[in-house]
C-alpha cells in the first residue's frame, strides 16, 4: 500500500522558517518524481514545486522561487520543503504527491493527508 | 500569463450528466499539457480521479470519463449521484517543467 505521510507544519510567525518533511512507502521512491501542493483555507489546489528521482533537476511556481526549497533524501525515502521568509499568505495545507509518468502523461497518483502550516503572529 | 480556467460552480440533479471544462485563458488544451482530474471533499486530500484525458484511476467509478472537447479537457459524470457532490480540480503541464491547477469546479447535486 502506498503511503505518503507529511510532517513538519505548525505556527510560525512572519519572516520565520519551517521544514516539513513527507515519507514514502510503498512504491519504488528513488525513481519517482515528487511535488509539493499547497491549498489555502478555502481556496483551490496550488503546485509548488517539483523534483526529479535523482534531484538534478527541480521546479518552483514562480511566486515562490527564492523563498521555498525542495529536496529528497532517497536513503530515507523522504522529501522535504524548506519554506523560508514565511508570509501569512503562506497559510496553507501543504501536501506531497508523487508523479506518475506513463512514457507519454503525468499525473499525480497519490496523495498524503496534508499538514497545516499557519504563519501568525 | 496564462492561466488555467475552470467553472466556479455547476448544479447536477441526481442521475443527471454534467460535463466540467478545464480550459486555458489563452490557447487551446491538448495532449501536451497532460490533463489530469482531481476530486477533493471538504477537510480531505485530493483522490485522482483521470489521467492521461481519459483514463480512470483505480477504483473510480465508470460513470466518470474524460476527454478533450473543442479547446478544453473535460470531466463528464454520467449519472450523478449523490456523493458527487464535491470540488473538481484539473492541472495542466504549462511547459518547462510548470504545472497549474484549475481555480476547481464546486459541483452541486440537488
Known amino acids: 500500500e502506498v503511503q505518503l505521510v507529511e510532517s513538519g507544519g505548525g505556527l510560525v510567525q512572519p519572516g520565520g522558517s519551517l521544514r516539513l518533511s513527507c515519507a514514502a512507502s510503498?512504491?519504488?521512491?528513488?525513481?519517482?518524481?515528487m511535488t509539493w501542493v499547497r491549498q489555502a483555507p478555502g481556496k483551490g489546489l496550488e503546485w509548488v514545486a517539483s523534483?526529479?528521482?535523482?534531484?538534478?533537476?527541480?521546479y518552483y511556481v514562480d511566486s515562490l522561487k527564492g523563498r521555498f526549497t525542495i529536496s529528497r533524501d532517497n536513503a530515507k525515502n523522504s522529501i522535504y520543503l524548506q519554506m523560508d521568509s514565511l508570509r501569512p499568505e503562506d497559510t496553507a495545507v501543504y501536501y506531497c504527491a508523487k508523479w506518475t509518468y506513463s512514457g507519454t502523461y503525468f499525473w499525480l497518483e497519490y496523495w498524503g493527508q496534508g499538514t497545516l502550516v499557519s504563519v501568525s503572529t | 500569463q496564462t492561466v488555467v480556467t475552470q467553472e466556479p460552480s455547476f448544479s447536477v440533479s441526481p442521475g443527471g450528466t454534467v460535463t466540467l471544462t478545464c480550459g486555458l485563458s489563452?490557447?487551446?488544451?491538448?495532449?501536451?499539457?497532460?490533463p489530469s482530474w482531481y476530486q477533493q471533499t471538504p477537510g480531505q486530500a485530493p483522490r485522482t480521479l483521470i489521467y492521461?484525458?481519459?483514463t480512470r484511476s483505480s477504483g473510480v467509478p465508470d460513470r466518470f470519463s474524460g476527454s478533450i472537447l473543442g479547446n478544453k479537457a473535460a470531466l463528464t459524470i454520467t449519472g450523478a449521484q449523490a456523493d458527487d457532490e464535491s470540488d473538481y480540480y484539473c492541472v495542466l503541464s504549462m511547459g518547462g517543467g510548470l504545472w497549474m491547477f484549475g481555480g476547481g469546479t464546486k459541483l452541486t447535486v440537488l
Open positions: 492521461a484525458i481519459n
Open positions: 510503498g512504491f519504488t521512491f528513488s525513481t519517482s518524481w
Open positions: 489563452s490557447g487551446s488544451v491538448s495532449t501536451s499539457h497532460h
Open positions: 523534483i526529479k528521482r535523482d534531484a538534478s533537476v527541480k
